[in-house]
């Protein structure tokens, strides 16, 4: 199909005056599968890898905090056998999100830019197929669930329900980042369930709680500031967020998030007991990080958004590993 513009209705897409109508890609992953197969993989946005690390840090970063406050630090091969099992099993996750936001979306999405030409407000995918889809999908996890202590699941199946709700929050309120930031976090609850211990009791309840808060923050700071590449579509769409709130001040906002991230994390070390390696690599690698993501980034600029969304999954999520990871071999090799 070639590129065309027009201001009609094309396959379902309400598109703007001068915006190149859907063609399927001709280069990448996608132009590889079946055209059939194309709009499935879409929604499960397997060709744009930045939002799978959106799910997958936060496991990474829960198994690592685990591991640091396991009686017994589990060996190396097991952390890394759980990391393996957490990748497709996120990619899963990251599907049936998706699915779920786009199907529930579709009515706004056709109204902004970024989001006009996916698969259900196109019309290559019917509602009732993205419902059946999503439910798929939720199937093609459940063996991965299994792989896990029983006591996990229960945090896995909070997780996708708040997932479903955030979807909707967006129509009722400016803060839906906050909503969106407690299911990303979850993981650390999930992963200390996956080695065997209970999250919300023991002597590590307290900075497991400050590790968590700090990773809803987190997400609360990237997706705020990645929101502002859609702000004018939104503002008339009438979608909510926390971009639209603090348009003017969202740098502002931002720096006082990431102090108190930071601030959450130094509370989690102090109170677990850990070393030296955890404040310099964790606590003083992800404030460095954030700061120069916030000062980088052009709010103008939807390009930046989006590319610093991408980068700063690489920096403000190494730091955290870095000093987990610090203070998990010097408890190994103890």
């Known amino acids: 199909m070639s590129q065309t513009t027009t201001s009609e209705k094309h396959d379902g897409t309400l598109l703007k005056p001068n915006l190149p109508a859907y063609s399927d890609p001709e280069t990448g992953l996608l132009s590889k599968l079946p055209r059939s197969?194309?709009?499935?993989?879409q929604l499960m946005r397997i060709d744009r890898a930045a939002g799978l690390y959106a799910f997958y840090f936060p496991y990474l970063i829960g198994l690592?905090?685990?591991?640091?406050?396991?009686?017994?630090?589990?060996?190396?091969?097991?952390?890394?056998?759980?990391?393996?099992?957490?990748?497709?099993?996120?990619?899963?996750?990251?599907?049936?999100?998706?699915?779920?936001?786009?199907?529930?979306?579709?009515?706004?999405?056709?109204?902004?830019?970024?989001?006009?030409?996916?698969?259900?407000?196109?019309?290559?995918?019917?509602?009732?197929?993205?419902?059946?889809?999503?439910l798929a999908l939720m199937a093609a996890g459940y063996p991965f669930l299994t792989l896990f202590p029983a006591?996990?699941?229960?945090?896995?199946?909070?997780?996708?329900?708040?997932?479903?709700?955030?979807?909707?929050?967006?129509?009722?309120?400016?803060?839906?980042?906050?909503?969106?930031?407690?299911?990303?976090?979850?993981?650390?609850?999930?992963c200390i369930a996956a080695l065997d211990m209970r999250p919300f009791a023991g002597e590590h309840f307290g900075p497991t709680l400050a590790m968590f808060a700090a990773n809803v923050l987190w997400t609360i700071t990237y997706d705020t500031i990645y929101a502002h590449q859609d702000v004018a579509d939104d503002e008339k769409a009438g979608v909510k967020g926390m971009a639209l709130r603090?348009?003017?001040?969202?740098?502002?906002?931002?720096?006082?998030?990431?102090?108190?991230?930071?601030?959450?994390?130094?509370?989690?070390?102090?109170?677990?007991?850990?070393?030296?390696?955890?404040?310099?690599?964790?606590?003083?690698?992800?404030?460095?990080a954030l700061a120069y993501y916030i000062y980088a980034v052009d709010l103008k600029l939807p390009e930046s958004c989006g590319a610093w969304f991408h980068t700063q999954f690489w920096t403000v999520g190494s730091g955290f590993i870095a000093g987990l990871a610090g203070e998990y071999v010097t408890k190994v090799f103890a």
């Open 37 to 41: 197969w194309i709009p499935y993989a």
């Open 64 to 134: 690592m905090y685990a591991a640091c406050i396991a009686p017994t630090p589990p060996k190396p091969p097991t952390l890394l056998g759980l990391a393996a099992v957490l990748l497709p099993f996120n990619m899963i996750l990251r599907g049936v999100a998706c699915t779920w936001n786009d199907n529930v979306d579709q009515e706004f999405d056709r109204y902004v830019e970024r989001c006009r030409l996916r698969p259900i407000v196109r019309g290559a995918v019917s509602t009732a197929q993205g419902h059946v889809f999503t």
């Open 151 to 190: 006591p996990a699941a229960p945090h896995m199946l909070f997780t996708v329900a708040l997932f479903f709700v955030y979807a909707l929050m967006k129509r009722v309120t400016f803060y839906p980042q906050v909503v969106l930031g407690v299911p990303f976090a979850w993981a650390v609850f999930f």
């Open 246 to 288: 603090f348009r003017d001040s969202t740098k502002l906002l931002a720096s006082v998030l990431s102090i108190v991230q930071v601030a959450l994390l130094a509370l989690c070390g102090s109170w677990a007991g850990f070393g030296a390696v955890y404040f310099i690599g964790t606590v003083g690698g992800v404030g460095a």
